[in-house]
């Protein structure tokens, strides 16, 4: 009887130390320091830090709420999204997981759904950007953010946040319909995110009006500004540059003599640009190189820059090359040489004042600000924009 009394003695010692162990081990709430100390003013901090893409910031802000509140869900959510806009998806998805470990509410629940979706569309947009299968990334990832707006719309059909975040997820698959349907959905619900969704839903009517064709055509849509790569991408497999310069280039003929020894000699290859060799998009860089577009050269070292970014004054000489070459008209190179410009910031002396009259005069390009009438030359080239010039190319040349 005794030795069972001092077992069970013995028995709840042991779980008294665990306990007590337990509670040691477990983090302990910081006392507040002032009434806005607080770990909801901490979270609405952080999220408009993130907004502003200060995430240093915004990660201290949600810390300062954790420690106030360890098991605050919302808190961890945001560390989550502070992870996967530093392209840390793997401890991103681990933060939203812990996040789901303390939620209670259905409003915690759905903020975390809406933050899967938002860190798996991040995580797929940055492995398109680097242009790599990025390891971490889960290849059913769209599958994955549709399960969970479908939960997050359970929870609130009227949610703004999921379905304008489900939106950004269709736009990084480049399905503009289901994208352009959700950013509706937004405008019509006329609560939270209206002037963005507003902004992506007319990005995606003027997609929509492009209408690419090729792949490599629809991600450029997206891009907010597009570089050499892209226009020699754009131009040899949306314009089919090629193609186009076969069919209305006119041929000539070289009937003058050769000395037959000089013409049995192969002809030396011109060498290909060092920095494009492993560029995704080698083979239209070699074959705009091949055809010659001027704005679009090798540039004396040797190199091509396939990353610099064009500006409008650019894009616009290389339009008029373009039409000059197809056209014949060797005289569009002259036409408003001497002319008045209609633009406020465009003198007419500049380089590339010809070149803008050529295509504003066709309606190809117009002015960027329709208040002010500034063409806006420095200015950069959307890749949608860079899509409608070339459909407008096509109607013009009915190719």
């Known amino acids: 009887?005794?030795?069972?009394?001092?077992?069970?003695?013995?028995?709840?010692?042991?779980?008294?130390m665990a306990f007590m162990l337990l509670i040691s081990c477990a983090p302990k709430a910081r006392i507040p320091t002032s009434h806005l100390d607080t770990p909801e003013h901490h979270f609405a901090t952080g999220m408009k830090l993130l907004e502003q893409e200060k995430f240093g910031d915004a990660q201290r802000s949600f810390e300062l709420a954790l420690e106030l509140a360890p098991g605050y869900s919302n808190a961890h959510a945001g560390v989550g999204l502070v992870k996967a806009h530093q392209a840390d998806y793997k401890n991103g998805l681990a933060a939203m997981d812990k996040a789901w470990g303390y939620a209670g509410k259905a409003e915690e629940k759905l903020f975390?759904?809406?933050?899967?979706?938002r860190i798996h569309t991040l995580s797929r947009a940055y492995c398109m950007q680097v242009g790599v299968v990025c390891k971490r990334e889960n290849k059913d990832w769209l599958d994955i953010s549709r399960g969970e707006f479908e939960k997050a719309i359970l929870i609130d059909p009227a949610s703004s946040a999921a379905h304008y975040y489900m939106g950004l997820c269709y736009k990084t698959a480049l399905d503009v319909v289901q994208a352009g349907q959700m950013f509706s959905k937004v405008l019509e619900l006329r609560k939270d995110y209206i002037s963005e969704a507003d902004q992506q839903w007319n990005l995606m009517q003027k997609i929509q009006r492009a209408m690419p064709g090729s792949i490599t055509g629809k991600q450029i849509a997206f891009?907010?500004?597009?570089?050499?790569?892209?226009?020699?991408?754009?131009?040899?497999?949306e314009l089919k540059i090629d193609t186009l310069y076969k069919k209305r280039t006119p041929k000539t003929f070289d009937t003058s003599f050769k000395d037959p020894e000089k013409a049995a000699m192969k002809p030396k290859t011109s060498a290909r640009p060092a920095d494009i060799a492993k560029h995704p998009l080698k083979a239209d860089i070699d074959g705009i190189i091949e055809i010659g577009v001027r704005g679009l050269e090798t540039y004396p070292d040797g190199l091509f820059r396939p990353g610099d970014l064009?500006?409008?004054a650019s894009y616009a000489m290389m339009i008029e090359d373009i039409l000059i070459k197809v056209s014949g008209d060797n005289a569009l190179a002259t036409r408003f040489i001497g002319t008045t410009s209609p633009f406020p910031d465009l003198r007419s002396d500049l380089p590339y004042f010809n070149a803008v009259m050529v295509v504003t005069t066709r309606q190809i390009m117009g002015a960027k600000n329709i208040t002010t009438g500034e063409f806006v030359p420095m200015g950069p080239v959307e890749g949608v924009d860079a899509l409608l010039i070339i459909?407008?190319?096509?109607?013009?040349?009915?190719f």
Request: glycine residues 4%.
């Open 391 to 398: 459909r407008k190319i096509r109607e013009e040349l009915k």
């Open 112 to 117: 975390i759904h809406v933050g899967y979706i």
């Open 223 to 237: 891009v907010e500004r597009i570089t050499r790569a892209d226009a020699a991408a754009l131009f040899m497999e």
């Open 310 to 312: 064009i500006e409008r």
């Open 1 to 16: 009887m005794i030795g069972q009394l001092r077992y069970r003695d013995l028995r709840v010692v042991i779980m008294l």
